[in-house]
């Protein structure tokens, strides 16, 4: 069991760093001359990365731009939670109890990664001809499965050690 324990640990925190990194990272759309996140473009001139506003208008709806924005900041807290909420739920609650407050927290920062991917993948860059998705929108798919198989794995324990 005490190796269960610690995959399940390790597990959540590769799904916390790969929210992190999705999350800060700049590189949700990437061409050869720009990279672009949720929070800010960078362009290449003159051997140098600029960092510049993100454009407005309808290319980039606010509204959809802060959506993104807070469901993967909330992506991030309810994953960071959930760790210790495991590691506290470990030394105090029941055999029955012990994994479902964990389970939740882990399910909601999936839903949170799930919804600001969706968002941008739905509302951003469509008319564009050049670039493409960058590693960070890639790792926000990944630790959106690994956050949903974590959440899973919480709930599983929870039936079986009842």
Request: one cysteine or more; a neutral charge.
């Amino acid at each position: 069991m005490l190796i269960l324990l610690a995959a399940i640990f390790v597990l959540h925190i590769i799904g916390i760093i790969l929210l992190l990194v999705a999350t800060i990272d700049n590189a949700w759309w990437v061409t050869d001359n720009m990279a672009t996140d949720v929070w800010a473009r960078w362009i290449y001139q003159n051997g140098a990365w600029n960092y510049t506003d993100l454009p407005t208008g309808s290319h980039y709806p606010q509204d959809y731009l802060q959506a993104v924005q807070a469901s993967s900041v909330l992506a991030c807290i309810f994953s960071i939670l959930g760790i210790f909420v495991f590691v506290a739920q470990l030394f105090t609650l029941s055999k029955g109890q012990r994994f479902t407050i964990s389970g939740i927290f882990q399910f909601v920062a999936c839903l949170c990664i799930m919804i600001a991917a969706s968002i941008y993948t739905d509302r951003f860059h469509i008319d564009e001809n050049f670039g493409q998705y960058g590693h960070c929108f890639i790792l926000a798919w990944i630790s959106f499965a690994i956050t949903f198989i974590s959440s899973i794995i919480y709930f599983v324990l929870r039936k079986k050690t009842a």
